[in-house]
């Protein structure tokens, strides 16, 4: 089993070689915990450095140098991580990708366990941090959030938003992420019939740098759901949608004109406004799938070091462009039939 390990980073500095240097230790050593496991026969760490300004950029650096199965490519300025696991994806080779946050708060030797239960079946195994070492403030929120995706989507997961993932490689090449939807990667798979599951894992409290996120992921969050849950139901057919809304609140302007109150056009300004937002989402979803996100991702990238990967970690057949760039020998000329020639007639 080849896996490409995954890992946005934004400013972990004092981290990312201690993750490196546990990553590589799971070739095996941890092989004896799960009875299933399949070590890794090779490993590619690939680093999505958003606009780090601590130093991280020097690191990884000397960490190429060091690590042929390390490699990095670097934004100009930070784009959020939906755009860094876009790039990673777009990248991405073998048979899976694991997803992991570079502040050394998920534990590698988690690492058996994800492989073990891909091998059960799944095409995409979620973490789950059973036990937080993070602030009220973000763990309660979360709870609230993973929630009310559970009851939305369907999806029986305990942490949606859990960045510690195993996806196998088909899964990743089919994911359209933008804006920041890196949040819904399971209820995004599970949309496109694939099997989601998960695995509690070990979490570590935060020993070096700070959290990325502040207050606003929250409306962001919510934003993301709700236009998700849009487009997972209604993005083949959205006058469906705009029907059912549109009836209720024609229903309920004629109710309130007759009961002479006030603030139905208000109330139908915003339906207005609610529509063109989904609508506003619909043109960038299928402007997303026409259009490569990678090639839109690709302006802001200013380094890319990649190693020369041996031909066990290349990408599955199905991903190759061998068949567009393959020399089509030239088609064979059917021979045509002879023509007997008309004997001599007898005494011509």
């Not at 095996?28 to 915990?33: D, L």
């Not at 700070?210 to 487009?231: C, H, M, N, W």
């Amino acid at each position: 089993m080849n896996v490409t390990f995954l890992i946005p980073v934004c400013n972990e500095r004092d981290t990312i070689e201690s993750l490196v240097e546990a990553i590589l230790l799971q070739r095996g050593e941890h092989a004896s915990e799960v009875a299933s496991y399949r070590p890794a026969t090779d490993i590619r760490i690939l680093f999505v450095d958003d606009g780090s300004t601590d130093g991280t950029l020097e690191k990884l650096r000397a960490l190429h140098a060091c690590f042929p199965s390390v490699d990095f490519i670097r934004f100009r300025r930070n784009l959020g991580k939906s755009a860094a696991l876009a790039a990673g994806f777009a990248r991405a080779e073998g048979d899976v990708v694991i997803t992991m946050d570079g502040d050394l708060q998920d534990d590698p030797r988690e690492i058996p366990r994800f492989l073990a239960k891909l091998d059960e079946g799944f095409d995409v195994v979620v973490g789950w941090k059973s036990v937080r070492y993070d602030p009220w403030h973000k763990v309660l929120p979360s709870r609230l959030y993973n929630a009310v995706v559970a009851r939305l989507f369907g999806v029986a997961l305990h942490d949606v938003n859990c960045g510690y993932k195993a996806l196998r490689i088909d899964v990743v090449k089919n994911l359209c992420l933008y804006g920041d939807l890196h949040r819904l990667i399971p209820v995004l798979a599970a949309d496109l019939g694939y099997r989601v599951t998960e695995i509690p894992v070990t979490h570590h409290p935060r020993q070096y740098g700070v959290s990325k996120y502040g207050i606003e992921r929250f409306a962001r969050g919510a934003a993301d759901v709700f236009s998700t849950f849009f487009l997972t139901r209604h993005l083949d057919a959205p006058g469906h949608f705009f029907f059912r809304l549109g009836l209720g609140a024609a229903v309920l302007g004629l109710l309130l004109m007759a009961f002479g109150i006030a603030g139905g056009s208000l109330f139908s300004a915003g339906i207005v406004l609610l529509g063109l937002g989904l609508v506003a989402e619909l043109i960038v979803k299928q402007h997303s799938m026409v259009k490569s996100r990678d090639d839109e991702i690709a302006a802001y990238i200013c380094e890319e070091h990649i190693h020369d990967r041996p031909a066990g970690l290349r990408p599955p057949p199905e991903w190759t462009k061998q068949e567009s760039t393959r020399a089509k020998a030239p088609a064979k000329r059917k021979s045509q039939p002879k023509i007997p020639k008309p004997k001599a007639k007898p005494g011509g």
